[in-house]
């Protein structure tokens, strides 16, 4: 198991940028593929981001494609999601989650961080 504790949410208008980090605890964070999910109020979780442990692959949802861009970097045990052209309805909150398998579904990923608000204005 790895702890996982998010930072980077807050208020931004439409059109704008953030950038979400999430640090990790423990030597094997490196083993880990990561993800970031999101849940706005009254729907169910969903995949947002995925990289593979290396950082050599990435995945991601289809409404957030090109806006936003997963990273790591394993020396400093710490997952990135930068979120360009930000729109109204990426307003949630956003989790970060550890899998041993590099994977989109959130039941592979047996690790969470407790989330971070991300709202957007029009």
């Known amino acids: 198991q790895v702890q996982l504790v998010e930072s980077g949410g807050g208020l931004v208008q439409a059109g704008g940028s953030l950038r979400l980090s999430c640090a990790a605890s423990g030597r094997t964070f490196s083993s880990y593929a990561m993800g970031w999910f999101r849940q706005a109020p009254g729907k169910e979780r969903e995949f947002v981001a995925a990289i593979r442990s290396s950082g050599t692959s990435t995945r991601y949802a289809d409404s957030v494609k090109g806006r936003f861009t997963i990273t790591r970097d394993n020396a400093k045990n710490t997952v990135y999601l930068q979120m360009n052209s930000l729109k109204p309805e990426d307003t949630a909150v956003y989790y970060c989650?550890?899998?041993?398998?590099?994977?989109?579904?959130?039941?592979?990923?047996?690790?969470w961080g407790q989330g971070t608000q991300v709202t957007v204005s029009s």
């Open positions: 989650a550890a899998s041993s398998k590099y994977s989109t579904r959130f039941t592979d990923f047996g690790s």
